[in-house]
């Protein structure tokens, strides 16, 4: 059984960095593209970085690419999410997840864990 654990978020004022973590067990790491994702109460989730199997490739949104890095260390079985530039509108539950498939297709991401808390005061 494949689960995922997030850890690191927390409260952090704008202007500052957060990077929050997610370690896989249950299957083997290298196989999985990873990605994170937010949602924020009223608002629809969002597809907020993905990297692939390799490692070699990673997506962000336009609006984020300048503030959020995606990374995974397959020795830790971890992938994580390096935030800068904090504003109150990131404030979220941010999930990490993974596809055992193409690590651009949303709907391949199949397993989720349970999301870490991220607020952003102004």
């Known amino acids: 059984q494949v689960q995922l654990v997030e850890s690191g978020g927390g409260l952090v004022q704008a202007g500052g960095s957060l990077t929050v973590s997610c370690t896989v067990s249950?299957?083997?790491?290298?196989?999985?593209?990873l990605g994170w994702f937010r949602r924020a109460p009223g608002k629809e989730r969002e597809f907020v970085a993905a990297?692939?199997?390799?490692?070699?490739?990673?997506y962000y949104p336009d609006s984020l690419k300048d503030r959020f890095t995606i990374s995974r260390d397959n020795t830790k079985s971890t992938v994580y999410l390096q935030m800068n530039s904090l504003e109150p509108e990131d404030t979220s539950v941010y999930c990490c997840?993974?596809?055992?498939?193409?690590?651009?297709?949303?709907?391949?991401?199949?397993?989720w864990g349970q999301g870490t808390q991220v607020t952003v005061s102004s």
């Open positions: 990297i692939n199997q390799p490692g070699d490739a990673r």
């Open positions: 249950g299957q083997s790491f290298s196989h999985f593209a």
């Open positions: 997840a993974a596809s055992p498939g193409f690590w651009l297709n949303t709907n391949s991401y199949i397993y």
